[in-house]
């Protein structure tokens, strides 16, 4: 009768392979004192018995958990949950996480940290006493908060910090923001635009600020102005409404606007159609993020593809290396893509289209 695989232990392999359990561990542990030829003895018992290691097991070894934590800040990730807005940052970031670690018989664990909380330093430290991760993923704002990146530094916990570009320890990874911004605004100019506003997220976060830097960039490319343009909101629909009604009651309104969420882009279309304009004929939208929500919209959202899950997994893959390998010196940037939907169109003066 064949073994039934949830019952094969360290024992099993050790003993099919003719080696004792440290050698297995230490093929387990993917320890660099193994020979070749002994390795592949060992994954051959192992692959033939359907033995797979527990994190209790490994963690036997003492040297690592096997376990990687991601950061993400509690206050908007839970409103996001009970509002049921349809953004999957966490869902995309664990996508990415999850399906990495599990190449390397790791596994992901997030937890949700107030960064701008008094507490942050305490909230962090229980959760790194609780789990002892190998590595922390940091999203932001956490990845630019000194108190979070100076503690896991003193610890010598490897970290990635996302969306982050700032001197200092840990991976630094970005998602083009810049050139994503560029791309999406060069792509609206491409189609006649010549007043092109900008709803910017909050300061507290970089991305904001290299966004408008790529919007900026491509207008002044062209010779298009940017002055009293540009709206800030927070990534929430509210303050994308009051951003969106204020660009668009100007005496010359923009004819296109690069909205910097999904969120803000969703309550353009809103104000857009309480103030009688037709998207796309009368007003071009482009969003950042690109969440499921934006392909079942009135008109469905052209939208910048942000990599969550890519990034996340170069940062994964970064910290388990991090045992044996250099961190890079550069930081690394994966690029998004504008994604082509119905709320771009050539802009109304190009139509023949007077805007109401």
Not at 270 to 282: C, I, N, Q
Request: hydrophobic fraction near 40%; proline fraction near 6%; glycine fraction near 8%.
């Amino acid at each position: 009768m064949a073994r039934r695989r949830q019952s094969v232990t360290i024992k099993h392999v050790a003993a099919d392979a003719g080696v004792s359990l440290q050698t297995v561990s230490r093929v387990i542990n993917d320890e660099p004192n193994v020979r070749p030829a002994m390795k592949e003895r060992v994954q051959a018992s192992i692959d033939k018995l359907g033995y797979t290691p527990s994190i209790a097991a490994q963690r036997m070894s003492g040297s690592r958990s096997y376990l990687i934590m991601a950061l993400n800040d509690r206050e908007r990730t839970i409103a996001d949950w009970r509002e049921r807005r349809g953004t999957d940052w966490v869902d995309q970031m664990l996508l990415g996480g999850m399906l990495t670690c599990a190449e390397h018989g790791y596994r992901m664990i997030v937890e949700l940290i107030d960064t701008h909380s008094d507490h942050v330093e305490r909230e962090l430290s229980a959760a790194l006493m609780a789990l002892q991760p190998d590595g922390v993923v940091l999203t932001p704002p956490h990845s630019e908060n000194a108190l979070i990146t100076g503690l896991l530094a003193d610890r010598g916990i490897p970290f990635a910090r996302i969306g982050s570009i700032a001197p200092g320890p840990g991976f630094a990874l970005t998602m083009g923001d810049t050139k994503n911004a560029l791309d999406a605004t060069r792509r609206l100019i491409e189609l006649g635009h010549k007043r092109i506003g900008m709803i910017a997220g909050p300061d507290a976060y970089s991305l904001s600020g290299w966004r408008i830097e790529g919007w900026r960039q491509a207008l002044g490319e062209a010779g298009l102005p940017h002055e009293g343009l540009c709206a800030a909101g927070d990534f929430g629909f509210e303050s994308g409404n009051e951003a969106a009604r204020a660009l668009l009651t100007q005496d010359d309104p923009p004819t296109a606007i690069v909205a910097s969420s999904d969120q803000m882009a969703l309550a353009t279309l809103d104000v857009a159609r309480e103030l009688g304009l037709s998207v796309p004929r009368d007003l071009s939208v482009i969003s950042f993020d690109n969440t499921p929500i934006v392909r079942f919209t009135d008109p469905p959202l052209t939208a910048v593809d942000q990599p969550i899950a890519e990034t996340i997994s170069r940062a994964v893959e970064l910290i388990i290396r991090a045992r044996r390998d250099a961190a890079p010196d550069a930081v690394i940037d994966v690029e998004g893509s504008v994604v082509e939907r119905g709320s771009t169109a050539p802009a109304p003066h190009l139509t023949g289209v007077k805007r109401a």
